[in-house]
């Protein structure tokens, strides 16, 4: 069972009242399977990395966000801050409604 929920979103931009997207669904897959996070099968909508799992909404062809379930602490909290570093996604904490940038 997940300790904790997050979603992952594109950078915020000032100068666009519309939502950030991540990227298309192959970049946003591409993208991540540089860290170890991919789905089970293929276009399958969950995917799963070092002590995570991660849902894409079903069908998007542009993604806007992912839930992020968080299931080992230690281990996806590395992996999450990499990604984000790397991308300039942004996590938010569903439980203090907090924007998590690295």
Not at 29 to 35: G, I, M, P
Not at 38 to 60: C, H, N
Not at 82 to 97: F, M, P
Request: proline letters at 7%.
């Amino acid at each position: 069972m997940a300790k904790r929920q997050l979603v992952m979103t594109g950078p915020a931009t000032a100068d666009s009242d519309e939502a950030p997207t991540l990227g298309s669904r192959r970049e946003v897959l591409a993208a991540l399977a540089k860290f170890n996070t991919a789905p089970d099968v293929p276009d399958g909508e969950f995917l799963y990395g070092p002590g995570l799992t991660m849902q894409v909404p079903p069908g998007a062809d542009d993604v806007s966000q992912l839930l992020v379930a968080v299931i080992e602490e230690d281990m996806a909290w590395s992996v999450l801050t990499r990604i984000c570093q790397n991308t300039h996604w942004q996590l938010l904490d569903l439980e203090s409604g907090r924007s998590l940038s690295f």
